[in-house]
Every structure is written in C-alpha cells, then in structure tokens.
C-alpha cells in the first residue's frame, strides 16, 4: 500500500512537470508564430506557471464544480454520513466531506488532493437504487482511493486533460485567425523554423488531446482493481460491492453532468452505450464482468 502511496505521489509530480511544459511548449508556439517577442516568451512561462499552480490547488472544486455537487445535510440521508464515519475509522482516515449529485443515474467518485482535504460525491440515484450493504461496498471502494492517493493522481489528470485540449483548441484558433509575423522579418533560416515549427504545433493538436485521453485511460483502468481489493477488505464483505457494481452497470440511465475529463472518476463508466461499443484501449474503466469475477473469487458469488 505504501508502495502505491508513493508511486501515486511521483507521478502526480511528473504529469504536473509535463503538464507545465506542454502549455509553456503550446503558448510558446503561438508567440513565435505571431511575433510577440520576448514578452510572449515572458507570458508563456507566466501563464504556465499559474494555470499548473491552479490545477494542483484548485482542481478538486473544478471537479466538483463541474459535476454540479453539493454538500450533503446529514440529516437528509444519515446511513451515508454513518457508513462514512465506519469505513473512514476502519481505513484509518479523516472522514471525507460528503457531497451529492442530483441525477438519477446510480454513481460516485472521489477527489482532493489528500486524505484530509478529500470529498467523496454520490449521486441521488445511488442512493435511491442500493441497499445499505451495496453502498458499504461503493463508499469502501472510493475510501480505498482515497486511501492510496489515487483521488489526487485521477482528479488532476481529469483537469490537465481538459485543459490541454482547450489549449490546442486556442493554439489552433490563434494560429488560422491571428496576425502572422511580417514578411521580411525572417531570414530564409528563420522561415524554415518557422516552417518546423507550425508543423509540430499541427502535430500537438492531434497528439496531445489524444495522449491526455490515453493516459487518463491508462491510469483509471489499473487502480479500479486495487480500489475493488482494498474497498472490500475495509467491509469485509466481496458481494456488496460486485452486486454494486452490476446494479450500476445495468442501469439504463447516463449521467448527465458527466463528461469525457471526468468519466473516469466514477466507480463505473458514466456513458453506458459507449462503454459498450468502444475497444478497451479507449475504455476509462475496467470491463464490469473481469471485476465481478474477481470480487466473486475474494468471497463467493452474489
């Protein structure tokens, strides 16, 4: 556990320095397309430099922003903050902020930045659709991500993957609308720069939305598995959480405020029909059927 603690740690260091120099790389681009000068130089390293502070500090509330959830009163639904305050003792954790979603369709995720800054979001239809000992299974699962710092690798990758493709979006605009350098300006070497370098921006706008997507994909399909493992260990209780999980798979409804930046957040895909028709290599979760065996393998079937 303490391995993947620190493995979660190094990586969430190196996406934020990649994410640092993929916008310095992208904002740069456009200045020396453009003819900025050494104040696009000086803006670039600038605006980098805040957008990464912000995604670090602030990606939780755009999450949860974006997800349109609010906190939960405890007196609207008390087993929830109760199952919480159990698992959070059990895992040996401050008690998560608990915050809901409105929507009918049966999910959750978690995200912060550590254990005593983290949130963990339900929606009105998990509550409305499980039995008590399924929830125990979904709150002891997204404990486990919390527990294993995976809440903080997943929620700045959903922000950093959103922001790279509104990047090259811009980076895209910037280039076709705005004011090229002035003839002239160039020598014949400098054009020839000039010429490689409009080539790898047109290359950044295919791969870089495509790599961010991949590596949020890569990185939410391998620890499903490990919060599966250590949510049942904390409930002691494997066909809790499998029969969570096929109840949610099954049900018909998607998720509305979900998106493409946060689907992998959830402890299931939020986009039913597509989790069905797209390949696994571009699947954000692990196939429901492969993690119900395994749960089933742990205690029995449900």
């Given at each position: 556990m303490y391995e993947q603690i620190t493995r979660n740690k190094i990586k969430t260091f190196i996406l934020i320095f990649i994410f640092f120099a993929l916008i310095f790389l992208l904002i740069w681009l456009v200045e020396y397309l453009l003819g900025w000068g050494i104040e696009?130089?000086?803006?670039?390293?600038?605006?980098?430099?805040?957008?990464?502070?912000?995604?670090y500090y602030s990606s939780d509330q755009i999450?949860?922003?974006?997800?349109?959830a609010r906190p939960l009163d405890k007196r609207e639904f008390p087993f929830l903050f109760h199952t919480v305050e159990g698992l959070a003792i059990a895992a040996g954790l401050p008690v998560p902020a608990c915050y809901i979603i409105d929507?009918?369709?049966?999910?959750?995720?978690?995200?912060?930045r550590?254990?005593?800054?983290?949130?963990?979001?339900?929606?009105?239809?998990l509550l409305?659709?499980?039995?008590?000992?399924?929830?125990?299974?979904?709150?002891?699962?997204?404990?486990?991500?919390?527990k294993n710092y995976d809440m903080l690798l997943q929620t700045i990758t959903a922000v950093m993957a959103g922001t790279v493709v509104l990047l090259t979006d811009w980076w895209r605009r910037s280039l076709f609308w705005g004011n090229p350098r002035r003839p002239g300006r160039e020598s014949r070497r400098g054009g020839q720069a000039q010429g490689l370098l409009l080539?790898?921006?047109?290359?950044?706008i295919i791969v870089a939305p495509l790599a961010a997507?991949?590596?949020?994909?890569?990185?939410?399909?391998?620890?499903?598995?490990l919060a599966d493992a250590e949510g049942v260990r904390l409930t002691r209780?494997?066909?809790?959480?499998?029969?969570a999980l096929r109840k949610i798979a099954e049900d018909k409804e998607n998720l509305k405020v979900a998106n493409r930046a946060t689907a992998h957040l959830y402890i299931v895909n939020p986009f039913k029909k597509w989790a069905r028709e797209l390949n696994h290599l571009f699947m954000t979760h692990p196939p429901i059927e492969a993690r119900i065996a395994a749960l089933e393998k742990m205690g029995g079937g449900t």
């Open positions: 696009g130089l000086i803006l670039a390293a600038l605006v980098a430099s805040a957008m990464t502070f912000s995604t999450v949860l922003a974006i997800s349109h929507d009918p369709a049966p999910n959750a995720f978690t995200t912060g550590s254990p005593r800054k983290s949130f963990i979001v339900v929606t009105k239809g409305d659709k499980l039995n008590r000992l399924e929830l125990e299974g979904v709150i002891g699962h997204e404990m486990a991500h919390i080539i790898l921006g047109l290359v950044l997507q991949l590596i949020r994909f890569a990185i939410s399909r391998q620890r499903e598995y209780y494997p066909p809790g959480l499998a029969s």
